[in-house]
Nanobody, 124 residues
Framework: QVQLVESGGGLVQAGGSLRLSCAAS????????MGWFRQAPGKEREFVATISRIGGSTYYHDSVKGRFTISRDNAKNTVDLQMNSLPPEDTAVYYCAARVSGTAVVTPPQYAYWGQGTQVTVSS
């Protein structure tokens, strides 16, 4: 079992930056692949970025490539999402998720544990 708590969301103007952080409980954090997902009002939850258990592999949704960077610190049990050049379309609730297998994948059902989410609002 792992518990995830996101932080760092907020209101930012278009073109600005935010850094989301996810803190995980438990001693086995380094065995989990971690992902960030988002859900905008009226839309399905979608993949944003994922990182393998050691951090050797990362994948991004095409819409955030070059703007977002996912990273993890297994010593601190944290995974971060640096978001730059934000347009209003990035407005959503952002969720951190953990996958028991260490392989990074992009589909939400393959992640067993989820945080409560943090709101990111980008104003135009």
């Amino acid at each position: 079992q792992v518990q995830l708590v996101e932080s760092g969301g907020g209101l930012v103007q278009a073109g600005g930056s935010l850094r989301l952080s996810c803190a995980a409980s438990g001693r086995t954090f380094s065995s989990y692949a971690m992902g960030w997902f988002r859900q905008a009002p009226g839309k399905e939850r979608e993949f944003v970025a994922t990182i393998s258990r050691i951090g050797g592999s990362t994948y991004y949704h095409d819409s955030v490539k070059g703007r977002f960077t996912i990273s993890r610190d297994n010593a601190k049990n944290t995974v971060d999402l640096q978001m730059n050049s934000l347009p209003p379309e990035d407005t959503a609730v952002y969720y951190c998720a953990a996958r028991v297998s260490g392989t990074a994948v992009v589909t939400p059902p393959q992640y067993a544990y989820w945080g409560q989410g943090t709101q990111v609002t980008v104003s135009s």
